[in-house]
């Protein structure tokens, strides 16, 4: 039975998810703008906004971080 374990997981893996994103975004720069006007780049450069958004978006889905934060505080804290 899942318990304060899985929050803490999921808290870390979507930091972790997040900052991986980011940094793909500022390491592609401009080849990273998903409505450039020229084909200038890698191909792999196109998706990386809409992930970087979809993975931000991850905070939200299956509980916001704030929830899950108080399952902790109350599963392994006792507060």
Do not use: C
């Not at 390491?27 to 998706?47: C, M, N, R, S, W």
């Not at 931000?56 to 599963?75: D, L």
Request: proline share 6%; charged share 20%.
């Amino acid at each position: 039975m899942p318990g304060a374990e899985s929050s803490i997981l999921k808290i870390i893996t979507v930091n972790i998810e997040q900052r991986i994103h980011q940094l793909a975004v500022d390491v592609l720069g401009y080849h990273a703008l998903p409505f450039k006007q020229a084909d200038i780049g890698p191909d792999y450069a196109e998706p990386a906004v809409p992930t970087y958004l979809n993975s931000r978006a991850a905070s939200i889905f299956g509980g916001s971080a704030e929830v899950q934060r108080n399952i902790i505080a109350k599963a392994v804290l006792r507060l």
